[in-house]
Every structure is written in structure tokens, then in C-alpha cells.
């Protein structure tokens, strides 16, 4: 479970006031105590992210966040982090304290969420402090999406769950001697309480992700069964030793899936191959190096459909139209304009480095502009962009089709125009009009 790529997780983000209780139903969830749990407000500072495989759905990343209500210069720099893991959420799991928040901070949350483009979901917890339970729900009106726990007591929701969870039993955190690992468990004997709150809380989650958007097969359009792919990659620097790059191997494993033939050749053995093998319905290659197999297939006069990985990725996770778009602003730039490159992961970079190196310099060439460039690897560092001209993003193969997407309407809720690491070499290297979109 470790293993799956965070490209085939759903990033959940559990947000809220100080001392909401988001630490406590973070570690719930996750079954171990992960975060720490105090009454003191503002005990949780960075993110805290944990992967787990959630039963019913499958492999997650669940973050803990410090509350967005933090105060002073250090506490702005916390509810800075916590807004841009909000950003990147797949879904967004809001946790309210019962009896002091009311239905102002759920419709103040609620249009938040709308105008930032997310799903969220409510937990209202500490619900063993509310006098009437009944009463409070009808003080805030519309519950839909909502969900009424106690993480310490119990737990009443609007899933015809109650009094699942006995009252004052309270969780406690106890040694597990046999693996040295802490585990939530329930007050004396009664391990059926914590399970049954986690469970609840896990279906009110999975309840929710079912219909999030799904990536679509990555040469869905491109190939079909029993078609040849040809993927041209090339060793050099920057590639890792004794292994593949995430994007060559998800390619592979899509060709599998789908019963395309895939065969693989280097840059280097491109031409001998195109002698050897005659059937061949798409060429995919890396895209610095869109030029050169162009240059190699046109030689040996195969007509043969090219495209390249970060552009088959921004088929599947991304729009390719805004992408397109996006590129045709590389010949309105002027000078002193700041253009953001954008990663989805981190790593070193080197001299032959696609996104630090390649492809600003192609860009300065092509343009002749004074420009300058800034760089993001992994999260983005802000969640305002209007102070750019133009957003390039990377393939994306550490991202999901939410993040991806997510990523688009925060460049255009900036009013700046975004493009891909593929779209734009495609254009730069002059094989725009034959790659495939």
C-alpha cells in the first residue's frame, strides 16, 4: 500500500479553527496516534500527512492542518500552509466545535469551499459539550453534509448511525508491547466503541470521494487494443540508475492494461528499430527530444503518429485546450515578465534539467525577451499568481486529475494563462502542428 504512487491517491485534508478536535480524528481515522493532542490551541503547526488504505475506497493521503484561525506573524505563515494544502485537496474535511460554531461559520465555510472550486464535507465535533443536540442542528439549518461526533464520547450522525459509540467511555492512547506501535483503543475492554467512530467516520469520507473525478486511461483516443507503441527514452543525466522515470513506467503499466504492445527503444536506437519493426501505430517519446525523433521518423519515411509523455499525461489529468491556449502567450511576453515553472515533485536537478534549465533557455531564445523565471517543486509556495504571466506545469504524474484541475482554476481564478512541460517544447522544438492533442 506504501508503494502506490501518490498519483493514485486522494489527497484528504482535514481543516478547521484551533482546537476543533482535527488532531484527535485525524489519529481515529488513522487508528494510531499520529498527531499530538492537546487542549492548547495552536498545538499543531506544519501539516501532518499520512498514506493509509481507506476500506471501501482504497489508498489515501490523509493531512492534519493547523487551524485557519491561528493569530500573529508565525501563525500566518501556519494558516498559509494549511490554504495551500487546501489548494491541492481532492476533498476537504472541515471540523467545527459544537455549541461555539454556528450556521454563519458553516455558510462562511461552505462559500469558501464553492469559491475555491472544492468538495468539502463537515464534521461538527466535541458534540458531548452541546446541552441539546437537537436543538443545535435545528440553530444551524441546512446539515447536508454534515456529520455530529464526539471524538471523545460518541457519536450522532445524519447516517442513521446512533448510539453506536457508548458515552463516557473516552479514548485513550495505550502501548501496543508486541509491535512498540501506539494504538487508539477505548477505555477498558470496549475496543468495539473506537472502531465503530473510525468506521463511521471512514464511510462519511468514502461516502463522499465516490464521485470525484477519475483519471481516464493515459492512451484513451491514442491506442487501442492490440495497437504498437513505440516509447523512445532517453538515458541520459538525469535519468535514474537501474530504474525507469515514474512517467515512462505508468506508460508501460497503461499499455499493459489496455492489451496495447508496448516496446520500448532509446533515442539512441531509434533508427535500427524503425528498420527492424514495421507495425508501429504511435510513437511516444520524452519531450526534449520531440525534435530529434521527429527528425528520425521523417528520415526513414515513417509517417508515423507522434506525441510525447508529459503530453499524454496532459490529455488524461489536465485540459488540453487551456493548455494550448496557454502556450500561444509565449510570443506575447514582454520584457521583465516572471514566468512560474511548476513540479509536482521534488528532485535535483542537473545541467540537462527539463525544467530549470531546458526549457527557459529555449523560451529566452525563442522570444528574445528579458525574462525572468521562478521555480516550484512539489506544493505550490502561494496560492495568488497574479503576479506572473505564464504558468507552466509539469506532466504531472505525481498529481491526480483533481490536483491537476485544481492547479488550472488557481492559475485562472489568478487571471494568468497556464500551459505544459509538453505542449510548450512541442511548440519551441517546431512539431506543434504534429503532435498529437
Known amino acids: 500500500m506504501n508503494n502506490t504512487p501518490i498519483a493514485n491517491r486522494k489527497t484528504i485534508v482535514l481543516a478547521g479553527n484551533r482546537n476543533s478536535g482535527k488532531s484527535t480524528i485525524f489519529n481515529v481515522i488513522l ?11 495552536g498545538t499543531t503547526t506544519d501539516p501532518v500527512a499520512r498514506s493509509m488504505e481507506l476500506i471501501g475506497y482504497g489508498p489515501i493521503r490523509l493531512i492534519d492542518t493547523a487551524g485557519i484561525d491561528d493569530e500573529g506573524d508565525l501563525g500566518q505563515m501556519r494558516v498559509k500552509k494549511t490554504e495551500i494544502e487546501i489548494s491541492e485537496a481532492d476533498l476537504v474535511v472541515h471540523v467545527f466545535k459544537a455549541g461555539l460554531e454556528f450556521a454563519d461559520e458553516l455558510q462562511e465555510a461552505r462559500a469558501n469551499y464553492k469559491k475555491l472550486n472544492k468538495r468539502a464535507i463537515y464534521i461538527f ?15 444551524i439549518g441546512d446539515t447536508s453534509g454534515c456529520i455530529f461526533i464526539s471524538s471523545m464520547t460518541g457519536c450522532q450522525d445524519e447516517l442513521g448511525v446512533n448510539g453506536d459509540i457508548p458515552s463516557n467511555i473516552g479514548i485513550t492512547i495505550n502501548e501496543n508491547r508486541d509491535n512498540n506501535k501506539k494504538s487508539v483503543v477505548t477505555n477498558g475492554d470496549d475496543k468495539r466503541s473506537a472502531s465503530s467512530l ?10 463522499n470521494l465516490q464521485d470525484q473525478l477519475e483519471d481516464k486511461g493515459l492512451l484513451d483516443g491514442l491506442a487501442k487494443p492490440g495497437d504498437t507503441v513505440l516509447l523512445v527514452v532517453p538515458i541520459d543525466s538525469e535519468a535514474p540508475k537501474g530504474r525507469l522515470i515514474l512517467p515512462q513506467v505508468q506508460m508501460i503499466r497503461a499499455c499493459l492494461d489496455d492489451g496495447i504492445i508496448a516496446l520500448v527503444v532509446k533515442d539512441t536506437e531509434l533508427e535500427p528499430a524503425l528498420d527492424k519493426i514495421q507495425d508501429i501505430d ?25 506525441t510525447s509523455f508529459s503530453i499524454v499525461f496532459a490529455r488524461q489529468k489536465g485540459d488540453i485546450d487551456v493548455f ?44 528574445g525577451k528579458d525574462l525572468h523565471f521562478e521555480f516550484s517543486q512539489g506544493k505550490l509556495n502561494e496560492t495568488d ?6 504558468m507552466i506545469q509539469c506532466g504531472g504524474c505525481m498529481m491526480t486529475r483533481n490536483n491537476m484541475i485544481n492547479r488550472i482554476g488557481l492559475a485562472q481564478g489568478s487571471g494568468i494563462p497556464i500551459t505544459n512541460y509538453g505542449v510548450v517544447l512541442a511548440y519551441l522544438k517546431g512539431v506543434f502542428e504534429r503532435a498529437i492533442y
Open 125 to 139: 465535533n466535541k458534540c458531548d459539550q452541546v446541552d441539546d443536540l437537537e436543538d443545535y442542528k435545528k440553530a
Open 385 to 390: 499568481l497574479s503576479r506572473f504571466a505564464l
Open 324 to 367: 494550448l491556449e496557454g502556450a500561444a502567450y509565449l510570443d506575447r511576453l514582454d520584457d521583465g515578465d516572471r514566468i512560474l515553472i511548476a513540479e509536482s515533485c521534488t528532485h535535483t536537478t542537473s545541467h540537462e534539467d527539463i525544467g530549470t534549465v531546458l526549457i527557459p533557455n529555449l523560451i529566452r531564445k525563442k522570444t
Open 198 to 207: 473510525k468506521d463511521i467516520l471512514c464511510k462519511f469520507i468514502v461516502d
Open 282 to 306: 504511435l510513437v511516444v517519446t520524452d519531450s526534449k527530444i520531440f525534435d530529434k525523433v521527429a527528425d528520425t521518423l521523417d528520415k526513414a519515411g515513417r509517417n508515423i503518429d507522434l
Open 31 to 41: 487508528g494510531q496516534e499520529m498527531s499530538i493532542v492537546s487542549d492548547y490551541a
